[in-house]
């Protein structure tokens, strides 16, 4: 189980969308996917555990890659572990770190997330993503029934299959097999650029990015002696959080450096930012 701190625990994909009827505005698919928690399970006073499955009730497709966030209650996150169970998912791509980490509104989430790879298909039958066990340092109480599905923020749940971002928050269901309601827009409201997933990386890691305006748009990567060695994109990209990735089997080791610039549409200021990123072969 590879473990991250919270600097190095980032997105891995693009963020959610709230509904079927804003994939086309906003540049995704819909599918009948749907995502439960089930089984849980009190071990002890400090520890339970539960499974997360997923299942299609439309077309089969392939899952690219996901990342998934719960809320959990009020305790602080560095009281809680929180680990996925080795050998417990039933897909090739399962999990590769999970944490219990406190995002930008200082709230507690547990996240879970995978490479990505597109292994799986996803079919009818249900499949078990894993079982998750989580600890605290005091008496949990009936604590799991806080968990729930986050969607918003930072650090928030994001399903990927083709390239493509397909989360919709109605195909998400808790303990009792209720869907999740989401009626806030999920759209950024201010430009943002994130850090890669995963860093250090090894070839290939996903840089997304979050644009409140459709806008003209170009990300590039530079070598650690300012060197131009790869144009990721030059486009117009609608407004919403969008991921891409970056192949860097034919680059050497080290630091490097991604560039954002983005320009409204419609007229408005410029938006630049700047991150590095390591690659370790």
């Known amino acids: ?114 490479q990505a790879s597109g292994w799986d298909t996803i079919q009818e039958n249900e499949i078990r993503i894993g079982r998750f066990k989580v600890k605290t340092v005091n008496p949990n109480g009936d604590s799991l029934l806080s968990v729930n599905w986050n969607f918003k923020g930072d650090i928030n749940t994001i399903i990927s299959a083709s390239s493509k971002n397909i989360t919709n928050p109605a195909n998400h269901l808790d303990f009792e097999g209720n869907a999740s309601n989401s009626n806030e827009s999920l759209l950024p409201k201010v430009y943002a650029l994130s850090q890669n997933f995963p860093n250090p990386f090894n070839p290939s890691t996903s840089i997304r990015f979050s644009l409140p305006f459709d806008s003209k748009i170009k990300i590039s990567v530079y070598n650690a002696l300012g060197e131009l060695v790869a144009n990721l994109a030059d486009k ?8 891409i990735t970056w192949n860097a089997s034919g680059m050497s080791s080290g630091l490097y450096i991604y560039i954002i610039e983005a320009e409204p549409l419609k007229g408005g200021s410029t938006f630049k930012s700047v991150k590095k990123m390591m690659l370790l072969k």
């Open 1 to 114: 189980m590879i473990r991250f701190s919270n600097l190095l625990f980032v997105l891995l994909i693009s963020a959610s969308l709230t509904a079927a009827s804003d994939s086309k505005k906003n540049g995704t698919e819909t599918h009948d996917y749907k995502m439960s928690l089930s089984h849980g399970k009190k071990i002890n006073n400090n520890t339970f555990e539960f499974d997360v499955f997923i299942k299609t009730s439309g077309k089969k497709f392939i899952l690219e890659n996901y990342q998934c966030a719960f809320n959990y209650g009020n305790l602080p996150a560095n009281t809680i572990q929180f680990d996925y169970i080795s050998n417990s998912s039933e897909l090739k791509n399962s999990p590769i770190l999970a944490a219990a980490l406190r995002d930008e509104e200082g709230k507690t989430l547990l996240v879970f997330a995978s």
């Open 236 to 243: 117009i990209e609608q407004a919403g959080n969008h991921n």
